[in-house]
């Protein structure tokens, strides 16, 4: 029997778990107000006050760090990889501090599993699972175009593939013998195209591709991007964050809480209301690009993440709208958290071998 700690550090949340073998424990989901994060300087500086949350679950499920027998956190941004658990090792963590491949509050995953597996003073294995840089992408969906710079494939790896295999089970069938369109709807929003197994094309969830999201602006025209950039009114931060942590919802209606902006519209707010639906547009458009990467062989649409509990969003706005192009299957939230334990145990049950990062190719 095996008790495995599980991190999932989210842009608006903190999700925590435990569990025993394959059953959950406890589990506690902390939301972050913009206001409370943008104190810190940087997302690094944000893991004493992650782990202070993750202490005070321990405490609350009545569970020593001592008599934990794994942790697994979500996996953030790296160099590309392949699917699978990874070892968190010291090039992942100086990767991950110094956000050498980009800043995501994921990268707190393997951070805060490594600072508790060293502070629990006996070296509990930490790891990470699928993480947000598997790339699977097909070449020809790599083309941005320009050869300058290539797309790239950042998405909700883990809850993308985790459903897809849940769905594909539905079916009576395996992930590897079935095509999807799976929409993650969280802080960001990715949209993929799953064919036969693989992710072969995906938007970038977390700069500048994309439908637009509760924190982040999405595909922009670039014309009017490249006037912002040069017309002095603003700094080169400013910019960044205009395209990820307040662009979107943030940018449209003051919040990227889904629940205040759908309360807002209740109390008449017409302007939150056409920006929520306008997003909810831009999905739709992004399942039929993703449904016409896989040649309209599409088994079925599968729509998760927080987003997905909003049935005033999901039943007008997505699904009625989508239903022409194949069946659909909601799995709100998702199940990110099981994913990572099931994950970690097969490493500790050793039924697969946990692969080493290596920050060089
Ligand atoms: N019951 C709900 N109804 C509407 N929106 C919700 C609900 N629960 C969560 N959300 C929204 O989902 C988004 C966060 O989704 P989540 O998948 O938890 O994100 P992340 O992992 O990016 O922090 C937020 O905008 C939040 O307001
Ligand atoms: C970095 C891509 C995954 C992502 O956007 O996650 P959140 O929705 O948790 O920000």
Request: hydrophobic share 40%; proline share 4%; glycine share 10%.
């Amino acid at each position: 029997m095996s008790v495995v700690l599980v991190i999932n550090p989210g842009s608006t949340s903190t999700k925590l778990a435990l569990f025993r073998d394959s059953e959950m424990i406890g589990e506690h989901t902390i939301r972050h107000s913009p206001d409370e994060l943008s104190k810190f300087p940087s997302l690094y500086e944000q893991r004493e006050f992650r782990k202070a949350l993750i202490v005070r679950f321990l405490e609350s499920v009545k569970h020593p760090l001592s008599e934990i027998d794994a942790i697994i956190g979500r996996g953030g941004m790296l160099r590309p990889l392949e699917g699978g658990t990874y070892a968190v090792n010291e090039e992942m963590i100086e990767d991950l501090r110094l956000a050498k491949y980009g800043e995501h509050a994921s990268n707190l995953g393997a951070i805060l599993a490594n600072e508790l597996s060293l502070e629990s003073g006996k070296g509990i294995p930490a790891y990470i699972a699928d993480p947000v840089v598997v790339d699977e992408m097909e070449p020809v969906a790599k083309f941005s175009g320009h050869p300058d710079y290539t797309r790239r494939s950042i998405f909700h790896a883990l809850n993308q593939k985790a459903v897809a295999r849940e769905v594909a089970s539905r079916y009576g069938k395996k992930y590897e013998e079935m095509n999807f369109v799976v929409v993650h709807m969280g802080g960001g929003i990715s949209i993929g195209a799953h064919r036969r197994g693989r992710v072969v094309d995906v938007n970038n969830a977390l700069n500048g591709d994309g439908p637009f999201s509760p924190e982040r602006a999405g595909t922009l025209p670039l014309t009017g991007l490249i006037k912002l950039c040069f017309s002095n009114e603003y700094t080169k931060d400013e910019i960044r964050k205009l395209i990820k942590g307040k662009g979107g919802l943030m940018a449209y209606t003051g919040t990227s809480d889904c629940q205040k902006v759908q309360q807002a519209i209740l109390d008449g707010d017409r302007e939150s209301e056409l920006a929520y639906k306008a997003m909810a547009y831009q999905i739709v458009k992004w399942v039929g690009r993703m449904a016409a990467a896989l040649s309209g062989e599409v088994d079925a649409i599968i729509i998760t993440g927080g987003i997905a509990y909003d049935s005033r969003f999901m039943v007008p706005w997505l699904t009625e709208k989508l239903s022409f192009i194949a069946p659909i299957n909601v799995v709100p939230g998702g199940n990110e958290e099981l994913s990572l334990a099931v994950a970690c145990l097969r490493v500790l049950e050793g039924s697969e071998k946990a692969k080493q990062y290596r920050g060089k190719s």
